[in-house]
DNA sequence: CAGGATCCGATTGGATACTG
DNA sequence: CAGTATCCAATCGGATCCTG
Protein backbone atom coordinates (compact mmCIF):
# COMPACT_ATOMS: atom_id res chain seq x y z
CA UNK A 1 0.00 0.00 0.00
CA UNK A 2 3.12 2.40 -0.59
CA UNK A 3 2.06 4.15 -3.73
CA UNK A 4 -1.24 5.99 -3.74
CA UNK A 5 -3.31 6.91 -0.52
CA UNK A 6 -4.39 10.52 -0.47
CA UNK A 7 -1.72 11.41 -2.98
CA UNK A 8 -3.76 12.35 -6.15
CA UNK A 9 -3.66 15.73 -4.12
CA UNK A 10 -2.21 18.80 -5.47
CA UNK A 11 0.82 19.57 -3.72
CA UNK A 12 -0.87 22.84 -2.39
CA UNK A 13 -3.89 21.06 -0.05
CA UNK A 14 -1.41 18.74 0.89
CA UNK A 15 1.28 20.76 1.87
CA UNK A 16 -0.97 23.40 3.65
CA UNK A 17 -2.20 19.88 5.77
CA UNK A 18 0.76 19.02 6.48
CA UNK A 19 1.60 21.98 8.34
CA UNK A 20 -1.65 22.48 9.45
CA UNK A 21 -1.57 19.06 11.27
CA UNK A 22 -1.00 18.08 15.21
CA UNK A 23 2.28 17.47 14.67
CA UNK A 24 4.44 18.12 11.34
CA UNK A 25 5.25 21.69 11.61
CA UNK A 26 6.66 20.80 15.05
CA UNK A 27 9.27 18.25 13.46
CA UNK A 28 10.51 20.66 10.80
CA UNK A 29 11.27 22.90 13.76
CA UNK A 30 13.29 20.42 15.45
CA UNK A 31 14.65 18.85 12.50
CA UNK A 32 15.90 22.47 11.75
CA UNK A 33 18.47 22.39 14.52
CA UNK A 34 19.96 19.25 13.74
CA UNK A 35 19.73 15.48 12.41
CA UNK A 36 17.92 13.38 14.97
CA UNK A 37 16.86 10.11 15.28
CA UNK A 38 13.68 8.34 15.87
CA UNK A 39 13.41 7.65 19.63
CA UNK A 40 15.41 11.07 20.66
CA UNK A 41 12.74 12.82 18.20
CA UNK A 42 10.13 11.49 20.12
CA UNK A 43 11.02 12.48 23.77
CA UNK A 44 12.23 15.91 22.21
CA UNK A 45 8.70 16.82 20.36
CA UNK A 46 6.91 15.85 23.41
CA UNK A 47 9.13 18.22 25.85
CA UNK A 48 8.54 20.94 23.56
CA UNK A 49 4.97 20.56 22.92
CA UNK A 50 4.19 20.53 26.65
CA UNK A 51 0.67 18.43 26.10
CA UNK A 52 1.60 15.00 25.32
CA UNK A 53 3.47 12.71 23.48
CA UNK A 54 3.31 11.58 20.27
CA UNK A 55 2.70 8.48 19.16
CA UNK A 56 5.45 6.09 17.75
CA UNK A 57 2.56 4.88 15.00
CA UNK A 58 1.80 8.81 14.14
CA UNK A 59 5.80 9.78 14.64
CA UNK A 60 6.49 7.62 11.20
CA UNK A 61 3.25 8.85 9.84
CA UNK A 62 4.68 12.09 9.57
CA UNK A 63 8.06 11.52 8.92
CA UNK A 64 7.12 9.06 6.16
CA UNK A 65 4.97 12.09 4.65
CA UNK A 66 8.07 14.06 4.93
CA UNK A 67 9.73 12.06 2.89
CA UNK A 68 7.66 11.31 0.22
CA UNK A 69 7.41 15.04 -0.66
CA UNK A 70 11.27 15.64 -0.07
CA UNK A 71 11.54 17.51 3.18
CA UNK A 72 13.06 15.12 4.73
CA UNK A 73 16.06 12.69 4.17
CA UNK A 74 16.48 9.10 6.48
CA UNK A 75 19.43 7.78 6.92
CA UNK A 76 20.56 4.22 8.28
CA UNK A 77 23.52 2.92 9.44
CA UNK A 78 24.56 -0.76 9.27
CA UNK A 79 24.33 -1.42 12.99
CA UNK A 80 22.79 -3.61 14.97
CA UNK A 81 20.40 -2.50 16.10
CA UNK A 82 20.27 -0.12 13.56
CA UNK A 83 20.78 3.62 13.91
CA UNK A 84 17.33 5.68 11.51
CA UNK A 85 18.46 9.26 11.46
CA UNK A 86 16.54 11.78 10.22
CA UNK A 87 17.37 15.39 8.94
CA UNK A 88 16.08 17.99 6.60
CA UNK A 89 16.34 18.58 2.88
CA UNK A 90 17.15 21.73 1.22
CA UNK A 91 13.56 21.69 -0.12
CA UNK A 92 12.45 20.74 3.31
CA UNK A 93 14.52 23.89 4.85
CA UNK A 94 12.92 26.10 2.30
CA UNK A 95 9.49 24.96 3.83
CA UNK A 96 10.64 25.27 7.30
CA UNK A 97 11.82 28.73 6.83
CA UNK A 98 8.09 29.25 5.68
CA UNK A 99 6.62 27.77 7.84
CA UNK A 100 8.52 30.39 10.40
CA UNK A 101 7.72 33.34 8.73
CA UNK A 102 4.13 32.03 9.56
CA UNK A 103 4.68 31.41 13.18
CA UNK A 104 6.56 34.66 13.39
CA UNK A 105 3.30 36.90 11.51
CA UNK A 106 1.19 34.71 14.13
CA UNK A 107 3.15 35.68 17.25
CA UNK A 108 3.18 39.30 16.60
CA UNK A 109 -0.58 39.64 15.93
CA UNK A 110 -1.34 37.01 18.29
CA UNK A 111 -2.81 39.19 20.98
CA UNK A 112 -5.32 40.40 18.63
CA UNK A 113 -6.20 37.53 17.98
CA UNK A 114 -6.74 36.52 21.56
CA UNK A 115 -8.46 39.62 21.84
CA UNK A 116 -10.91 39.14 19.11
CA UNK A 117 -12.14 35.36 20.55
CA UNK A 118 -11.86 37.05 24.34
CA UNK A 119 -14.91 39.43 23.01
CA UNK A 120 -16.51 37.01 20.78
CA UNK A 121 -16.34 34.38 23.81
CA UNK A 122 -17.73 36.82 25.92
CA UNK A 123 -20.59 38.08 24.30
CA UNK A 124 -21.69 34.87 23.39
CA UNK A 125 -21.03 33.50 26.71
CA UNK A 126 -24.52 34.57 28.45
CA UNK A 127 -26.13 32.44 25.93
CA UNK B 1 -21.38 26.53 24.45
CA UNK B 2 -20.74 29.54 23.00
CA UNK B 3 -17.12 30.22 24.66
CA UNK B 4 -14.73 27.41 25.05
CA UNK B 5 -14.54 24.59 22.06
CA UNK B 6 -10.96 24.06 20.93
CA UNK B 7 -10.47 27.47 22.08
CA UNK B 8 -8.07 26.79 24.77
CA UNK B 9 -5.40 26.76 21.58
CA UNK B 10 -2.51 29.10 21.22
CA UNK B 11 -3.36 31.38 18.39
CA UNK B 12 0.09 29.44 16.66
CA UNK B 13 -1.40 25.97 16.37
CA UNK B 14 -4.96 27.16 15.88
CA UNK B 15 -4.23 29.38 13.21
CA UNK B 16 -1.81 27.05 11.19
CA UNK B 17 -4.86 24.40 11.80
CA UNK B 18 -7.13 26.88 10.18
CA UNK B 19 -5.16 27.36 6.54
CA UNK B 20 -4.61 23.87 6.66
CA UNK B 21 -8.05 22.73 6.71
CA UNK B 22 -10.59 21.49 3.74
CA UNK B 23 -12.02 25.33 3.09
CA UNK B 24 -10.68 28.27 4.81
CA UNK B 25 -7.98 29.22 2.90
CA UNK B 26 -10.10 28.88 -0.22
CA UNK B 27 -12.26 31.18 1.89
CA UNK B 28 -9.85 33.72 2.16
CA UNK B 29 -8.94 34.12 -1.41
CA UNK B 30 -12.34 34.66 -2.47
CA UNK B 31 -12.99 36.80 0.54
CA UNK B 32 -9.93 38.90 -0.51
CA UNK B 33 -11.66 40.17 -3.65
CA UNK B 34 -14.62 41.75 -2.43
CA UNK B 35 -17.77 41.43 0.66
CA UNK B 36 -19.84 37.94 -0.22
CA UNK B 37 -22.72 36.59 0.40
CA UNK B 38 -23.16 33.25 2.09
CA UNK B 39 -25.10 31.38 -0.72
CA UNK B 40 -22.96 33.38 -3.31
CA UNK B 41 -19.65 32.54 -1.36
CA UNK B 42 -21.08 28.99 -1.32
CA UNK B 43 -21.48 28.78 -5.09
CA UNK B 44 -18.21 30.51 -5.99
CA UNK B 45 -16.17 28.04 -3.47
CA UNK B 46 -18.18 24.92 -5.46
CA UNK B 47 -16.83 26.55 -8.51
CA UNK B 48 -12.98 26.68 -7.57
CA UNK B 49 -12.90 23.54 -5.74
CA UNK B 50 -13.74 21.78 -9.33
CA UNK B 51 -14.43 18.61 -6.98
CA UNK B 52 -17.69 19.64 -4.75
CA UNK B 53 -19.71 21.69 -2.68
CA UNK B 54 -18.85 22.62 0.51
CA UNK B 55 -21.30 22.09 3.21
CA UNK B 56 -23.86 25.00 4.25
CA UNK B 57 -23.07 23.98 7.85
CA UNK B 58 -19.28 23.88 7.15
CA UNK B 59 -19.39 26.88 5.44
CA UNK B 60 -21.00 28.49 8.60
CA UNK B 61 -18.84 26.52 10.68
CA UNK B 62 -15.38 28.24 9.28
CA UNK B 63 -16.82 31.71 8.93
CA UNK B 64 -17.73 31.33 12.49
CA UNK B 65 -14.21 30.25 13.46
CA UNK B 66 -12.89 33.07 10.95
CA UNK B 67 -14.94 35.50 12.32
CA UNK B 68 -14.07 34.42 16.12
CA UNK B 69 -10.19 35.04 15.72
CA UNK B 70 -11.14 38.38 13.91
CA UNK B 71 -10.32 37.96 10.80
CA UNK B 72 -13.80 38.12 8.87
CA UNK B 73 -16.68 40.52 9.93
CA UNK B 74 -20.26 40.17 9.36
CA UNK B 75 -22.81 42.46 8.39
CA UNK B 76 -26.11 42.22 8.36
CA UNK B 77 -28.99 44.05 6.78
CA UNK B 78 -32.32 44.86 8.10
CA UNK B 79 -34.00 43.43 5.02
CA UNK B 80 -36.27 40.91 5.15
CA UNK B 81 -35.46 37.99 4.63
CA UNK B 82 -31.97 39.22 6.06
CA UNK B 83 -28.94 39.78 3.73
CA UNK B 84 -25.30 38.90 5.54
CA UNK B 85 -22.36 39.37 4.01
CA UNK B 86 -18.81 38.93 4.91
CA UNK B 87 -15.64 40.86 4.28
CA UNK B 88 -11.79 40.58 5.34
CA UNK B 89 -10.91 43.05 8.23
CA UNK B 90 -7.34 44.24 7.64
CA UNK B 91 -5.99 41.54 9.95
CA UNK B 92 -8.00 38.97 7.73
CA UNK B 93 -6.38 40.18 4.58
CA UNK B 94 -2.98 40.33 6.37
CA UNK B 95 -3.52 36.79 7.16
CA UNK B 96 -4.31 36.39 3.27
CA UNK B 97 -1.26 37.64 2.50
CA UNK B 98 0.17 35.29 3.95
CA UNK B 99 -1.66 32.41 3.11
CA UNK B 100 -0.76 33.57 -0.78
CA UNK B 101 3.22 33.53 -0.22
CA UNK B 102 2.86 30.05 0.59
CA UNK B 103 0.25 29.06 -1.78
CA UNK B 104 2.98 30.81 -4.26
CA UNK B 105 6.04 28.97 -2.84
CA UNK B 106 4.52 25.78 -2.85
CA UNK B 107 3.40 26.45 -6.42
CA UNK B 108 6.98 27.38 -7.47
CA UNK B 109 8.53 24.16 -6.12
CA UNK B 110 5.54 22.11 -6.72
CA UNK B 111 7.03 20.53 -9.31
CA UNK B 112 10.31 19.10 -7.34
CA UNK B 113 7.87 17.85 -4.76
CA UNK B 114 5.64 16.20 -7.42
CA UNK B 115 8.72 14.78 -8.29
CA UNK B 116 9.58 13.23 -5.58
CA UNK B 117 6.07 11.89 -4.64
CA UNK B 118 6.18 9.96 -7.91
CA UNK B 119 9.73 8.67 -7.46
CA UNK B 120 8.45 7.57 -4.07
CA UNK B 121 5.27 5.87 -4.82
CA UNK B 122 7.27 4.01 -8.31
CA UNK B 123 10.20 3.38 -5.28
CA UNK B 124 7.02 1.49 -3.09
CA UNK B 125 4.82 0.24 -5.89
CA UNK B 126 7.15 -3.31 -5.92
CA UNK B 127 5.90 -4.36 -2.40
C1' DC C 1 -31.67 33.46 2.70
C1' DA C 2 -29.03 32.32 6.70
C1' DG C 3 -28.17 28.99 9.80
C1' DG C 4 -29.26 25.68 13.65
C1' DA C 5 -30.05 20.54 14.71
C1' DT C 6 -29.21 15.64 13.66
C1' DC C 7 -27.25 11.81 11.96
C1' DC C 8 -23.46 9.62 9.56
C1' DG C 9 -19.17 8.23 7.16
C1' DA C 10 -14.31 9.13 6.80
C1' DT C 11 -10.13 10.51 8.62
C1' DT C 12 -6.88 11.50 12.35
C1' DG C 13 -4.36 10.58 16.30
C1' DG C 14 -3.41 7.67 20.49
C1' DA C 15 -2.58 3.10 23.25
C1' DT C 16 -0.78 -1.25 23.14
C1' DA C 17 1.37 -5.33 21.62
C1' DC C 18 4.47 -7.43 18.60
C1' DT C 19 8.66 -8.15 15.17
C1' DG C 20 13.50 -7.85 12.94
C1' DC D 1 15.70 0.83 18.40
C1' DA D 2 12.68 1.41 14.57
C1' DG D 3 8.70 0.08 12.71
C1' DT D 4 4.16 -2.48 11.89
C1' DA D 5 -0.43 -4.05 13.18
C1' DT D 6 -4.75 -3.56 15.80
C1' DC D 7 -8.12 -1.40 18.03
C1' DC D 8 -10.35 2.72 19.61
C1' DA D 9 -11.82 7.65 20.64
C1' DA D 10 -12.33 12.14 18.90
C1' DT D 11 -12.77 15.27 15.32
C1' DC D 12 -14.10 16.78 10.64
C1' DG D 13 -16.88 17.32 6.85
C1' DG D 14 -21.25 16.13 4.38
C1' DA D 15 -26.48 15.31 3.77
C1' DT D 16 -30.91 16.36 5.22
C1' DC D 17 -34.51 18.59 7.57
C1' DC D 18 -36.35 22.50 9.90
C1' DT D 19 -37.08 27.55 11.32
C1' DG D 20 -37.16 32.93 11.65
Known amino acids: MASS ?15 GDRWTTLILLVLATSEW ?5 RRVLARI ?3 QAISQRVLTLK ?6 D ?3 SRRVTADVPPKVSYALTPL ?14 IKTRGGEIEA ?8 GAGD
Chains 1, 2 share one sequence.
Not at 37 to 41: D, F, I, M, N, T
Not at 94 to 103: G, Q, T, V, Y
Not at 116 to 123: Q, V
Open 116 to 123: HRAAWDAA
Open 92 to 105: GLALHDRARDLIEW
Open 37 to 41: RHAEL
Open 49 to 51: SAE
Open 63 to 68: LRALER
Open 5 to 19: GRGRDTPIRSVMALL
Open 70 to 72: GFI
